[in-house]
T-cell receptor
Framework: AQRVTQPEKLLSVFKGAPVELKCNYS??????LFWYVQYSRQRLQLLLR??SRESIKGFTADLNKGETSFHLKKPFAQEEDSAMYYC????????????FGSGTRLQVQP | NAGVTQTPKFQVLKTGQSMTLQCAQD?????MYWYRQDPGMGLRLIYY???????DKGEVPNGYNVSRLNKREFSLRLESAAPSQTSVYFC?????????????FGPGTRLTVT
């Protein structure tokens, strides 16, 4: 069965510090990986996906198939990055529904 | 273009009561989903509908039923609410075609069962 693990419930950093939100997955095939973000009082929204290899709001994430990881990184955290971050995967065949990790709350202090 | 809308935003039920959560999307998406969000557990799939006329169970379907009324609407029904169903419920939709599997989420319904 597929599984997504986010080991940190809370990550607290100071503004300007680097950020790395960890995500590991287990899946027998070749999944698609995503990061979703939920700002306070807002709906869940897509931050980035591994297939597009893009940088959104300064965040990047590289899929490491050897380590089955998809960590989210940003070199310099901003206060507006404070939010709940969810790593998720979707299988390429069959049921096309997201499997989410438990989420990491990022708190960026001034 | 409202995206995904959900009603109600908040609801308090007594144990044993029933209710239906409504979801609609105006993006002409084929697939729709219901998730529940609980602290420390992320979002878990309750039911999904790959296309109009089809529904399938997700990870935590017990105690729920769904109806894909048409392409736009996907409702979630609690027949006999239990305190364990206290949660935030999110509906989502996706085109689910080609390379686009991005899911768009509604604002959520916060349900408390006493």
């Amino acid at each position: 069965a597929q599984r997504v693990t986010q080991p940190e419930k809370l990550l607290s950093v100071f503004k300007g510090a680097p950020v790395e939100l960890k995500c590991n997955y287990s899946y027998s095939g070749s999944p698609e990986l995503f990061w979703y973000v939920q700002y306070s009082r807002q709906r869940l929204q897509l931050l980035l996906r591994h297939i597009s290899r893009e940088s959104i709001k300064g965040f990047t994430a590289d899929l490491n198939k050897g380590e089955t990881s998809f960590h989210l990184k940003k070199p310099f955290a901003q206060e507006e990055d404070s939010a709940m971050y969810y790593c998720a995967l979707i299988q390429r065949t069959g049921r096309r529904a997201l499997t989410f990790g438990s989420g990491t709350r990022l708190q960026v202090q001034p | 273009n409202a995206g995904v809308t959900q009603t109600p935003k908040f609801q308090v039920l007594k144990t044993g009561q029933s209710m239906t959560l409504q979801c609609a999307q105006d993006m002409n998406h084929n697939s729709m989903y219901w998730y529940r969000q609980d602290p420390g557990m992320g979002l878990r799939l309750i039911y999904y509908s790959a296309s109009e006329g089809t529904t399938d169970k997700g990870e935590v379907p017990n105690g729920y039923n769904v109806s894909r009324l048409n392409k736009r609407e996907f409702s979630l029904r609690l027949e006999s609410a239990a305190p364990s169903q206290t949660s935030v419920y999110f509906c989502a939709s996706s085109a689910a075609s080609g390379s686009s599997y991005e899911q768009y989420f509604g604002p959520g319904t916060r349900l408390t069962v006493t």
